[in-house]
């Protein structure tokens, strides 16, 4: 059988391919193996799924794999946003999660994602030993079961949490009109029933029961909300709100309908938490994220973090209590006292909130910000290179160029990648990606005119590699 290697975010497959129902209970059965050589004999698991085609089939033969092996499981009846199932295992003192999502991957993925007992995503070193143990074959009957199951509802707690952080008071008085977005995935029948319990009006999107997704990602960048713009620019709402798939990312449309970059949206909303909050600890980000979140650190003097990607390393700053809010330029965030998982729904509640507050577009609260701190502008140029030009690419990366576009180089950062700080403020962070002949290259400058600079430079990388 084929093997399992967990990336950033889990263990995904190609339905019916590599995602099958054997390898699940295989994967599942891994999980256990590794939680009961850290000394738990019975490990307490929550169970959950998103809106994929033949979710809860498959979360059936995990719930009987996990069982099997041993686990008492917790799981809901229907789809449930991954930031549910990191609340439940912190509220109910879990050992973690098992979660059959493939986040904003296309509908012909699937996967499983493991959240430990801080209910944020395994570390490398939990997730090795989950590869380890994930046994050769599958051995695993269905009807069997040495565990239990106990059915429960995992959605109500999550919006409990949300109107403790978040002031839908303010958003409801304001008169604001949302347009939310919950890209036919797991934020169905959950946001959409907060907001209806909370008597503020807002119009949907991508709200329908469709496991292909339209035929498209269930995803939140700007390609993937022209349905929404749509309806900001009939009038029918004043901001645009939408989850990804598992609803643990975020997307923002301003009035009109324009698309506000995810950089952008967490600076607004790690200030406006400072500010109105008076929350000023630490600020967390990882390393392809905008230098902007340390400017409004420095502004309200707050400690800066500085993580490799993957919200687990955010995550822990967040448990550890060091941070007041994390966030990531994938469009993940949280804040002190919620979880060390990334919020989809937390993120456009809270930028709701601030909209409404102030009665402002976010393009003036975000000129108004760039008038204090500095601007900062930033954006990710994927690269595709032949296979034999990524070694190149890693002996690139494995130097420290003289300046960056005419700019002395600073400093380095090799936390993830290679990253070169310029004297202009300005940076370039190369990252080869593990699994395909692929280079992720983030760029941020302090002008739009040097950022274009930056883009060129990041385009002609494959030019350079290639030949």
Same mark, same amino acid.
């Given at each position: 059988?084929?093997?399992?290697?967990?990336?950033?975010?889990?263990?995904?497959?190609?339905?019916?391919?590599?995602?099958?129902?054997?390898?699940?209970?295989?994967?599942?059965?891994?999980?256990?193996?590794?939680?009961?050589?850290?000394?738990?004999?019975?490990?307490?698991?929550?169970?959950?799924?998103?809106?994929?085609?033949?979710?809860?089939?498959?979360?059936?033969?995990?719930?009987?794999?996990?069982?099997?092996?041993?686990?008492?499981?917790?799981?809901?009846?229907?789809?449930?946003?991954?930031?549910?199932?990191?609340?439940?295992?912190?509220?109910?003192?879990?050992?973690?999660?098992?979660?059959?999502?493939?986040?904003?991957?296309?509908?012909?993925?699937?996967?499983?994602?493991?959240?430990?007992?801080?209910?944020?995503?395994?570390?490398?070193?939990?997730?090795?030993?989950?590869?380890?143990?994930?046994?050769?074959?599958?051995?695993?009957?269905?009807?069997?079961?040495?565990?239990?199951?106990?059915?429960?509802?995992?959605?109500?707690?999550?919006?409990?949490?949300?109107?403790?952080?978040?002031?839908?008071?303010?958003?409801?008085?304001?008169?604001?009109?949302?347009?939310?977005?919950?890209?036919?995935?797991?934020?169905?029948?959950?946001?959409?029933?907060?907001?209806?319990?909370?008597?503020?009006?807002?119009?949907?999107?991508?709200?329908?029961?469709?496991?292909?997704?339209?035929?498209?990602?269930? %995803?939140? &960048?700007? =390609?993937? #909300?022209?349905?929404?713009?749509?309806?900001? /620019?009939? +009038?029918?709402?004043?901001?645009? $709100?939408?989850?990804?798939?598992?609803?643990?990312?975020?997307?923002?449309?301003?009035?009109?309908?324009?698309?506000?970059?995810?950089?952008?949206?967490?600076?607004?909303?790690a200030d406006a938490w400072a500010r109105e909050r008076g929350d000023r600890q630490g600020i967390g980000r990882s390393v392809a994220t905008t230098h902007g979140l340390d400017a409004v650190a420095d502004h309200w003097k707050a400690a800066k973090f500085e993580t490799p990607v993957g919200f687990k390393y955010l995550g822990d700053l967040i448990h550890r209590d060091q941070a007041f809010f994390v966030g990531e330029e994938s469009a993940g965030l949280s804040v002190r006292g919620h979880l060390a998982e990334? %919020?989809? &729904?937390? =993120?456009? #509640?809270?930028?709701?909130?601030?909209?409404? /507050?102030? +009665?402002?577009?976010?393009?003036? $609260?975000?000129?108004?910000?760039?008038?204090?701190?500095?601007?900062?502008?930033?954006?990710?140029?994927?690269?595709?290179?032949?296979?034999?030009?990524?070694?190149?690419?890693?002996?690139?990366?494995?130097?420290?160029?003289?300046?960056?576009?005419?700019?002395?180089?600073?400093?380095?950062?090799?936390?993830?990648?290679?990253?070169?700080?310029?004297?202009?403020?300005?940076?370039?962070?190369?990252?080869?990606?593990?699994?395909?002949?692929?280079?992720?290259?983030?760029?941020?400058?302090?002008?739009?005119?040097?950022?274009?600079?930056?883009?060129?430079?990041?385009?002609?990388?494959?030019?350079?590699?290639?030949?």
């Amino acid at each position: 059988m084929s093997p399992i290697h967990f990336g950033t975010s889990g263990w995904r497959g190609r339905i019916a391919d590599d995602f099958t129902a054997a390898n699940v209970r295989r994967v599942c059965a891994g999980i256990v193996g590794a939680l009961k050589a850290q000394g738990i004999s019975r490990p307490a698991l929550v169970l959950g799924h998103d809106a994929r085609f033949m979710a809860r089939d498959m979360t059936d033969e995990a719930a009987a794999a996990l069982t099997f092996c041993g686990a008492d499981v917790v799981r809901d009846s229907g789809p449930v946003p991954t930031p549910a199932l990191a609340l439940a295992v912190v509220e109910r003192k879990l050992d973690g999660a098992v979660n059959l999502t493939a986040s904003h991957n296309p509908p012909e993925w699937n996967g499983i994602k493991f959240s430990d007992r801080r209910g944020g995503p395994a570390p490398p070193e939990v997730t090795r030993e989950i590869e380890q143990r994930v046994p050769e074959h599958d051995s695993i009957p269905s009807a069997s079961r040495k565990g239990s199951i106990e059915q429960v509802d995992l959605r109500s707690p999550y919006l409990a949490a949300l109107t403790r952080k978040v002031d839908l008071d303010v958003i409801r008085s304001s008169g604001l009109r949302l347009g939310v977005d919950l890209a036919y995935g797991a934020a169905r029948g959950c946001l959409d029933r907060l907001l209806t319990e909370q008597k503020i009006p807002f119009v949907t999107a991508r709200d329908r029961e469709d496991p292909l997704f339209g035929g498209r990602r269930p %995803d939140v &960048g700007e =390609a993937h #909300l022209d349905e929404l713009a749509g309806r900001l /620019r009939a +009038g029918e709402a004043d901001l645009g $709100l939408a989850v990804d798939g598992d609803g643990d990312r975020f997307g923002v449309l301003d009035r009109g309908g324009s698309f506000v970059p995810a950089n952008i949206i967490l600076m607004l909303v790690a200030d406006a938490w400072a500010r109105e909050r008076g929350d000023r600890q630490g600020i967390g980000r990882s390393v392809a994220t905008t230098h902007g979140l340390d400017a409004v650190a420095d502004h309200w003097k707050a400690a800066k973090f500085e993580t490799p990607v993957g919200f687990k390393y955010l995550g822990d700053l967040i448990h550890r209590d060091q941070a007041f809010f994390v966030g990531e330029e994938s469009a993940g965030l949280s804040v002190r006292g919620h979880l060390a998982e990334k %919020d989809g &729904g937390l =993120a456009i #509640l809270l930028a709701a909130e601030l909209a409404a /507050r102030t +009665g402002s577009t976010l393009a003036d $609260l975000c000129r108004e910000l760039f008038e204090r701190v500095g601007e900062f502008h930033s954006t990710r140029v994927d690269v595709r290179l032949a296979t034999e030009s990524m070694e190149r690419l890693r002996e690139l990366t494995r130097s420290t160029p003289r300046d960056l576009c005419g700019s002395p180089i600073a400093r380095e950062v090799r936390l993830d990648g290679a990253k070169w700080v310029a004297e202009d403020g300005s940076w370039a962070l190369v990252r080869p990606s593990g699994t395909e002949p692929l280079a992720r290259v983030y760029v941020e400058a302090r002008t739009r005119e040097r950022l274009e600079e930056l883009h060129g430079w990041a385009q002609g990388l494959k030019e350079r590699l290639d030949a």
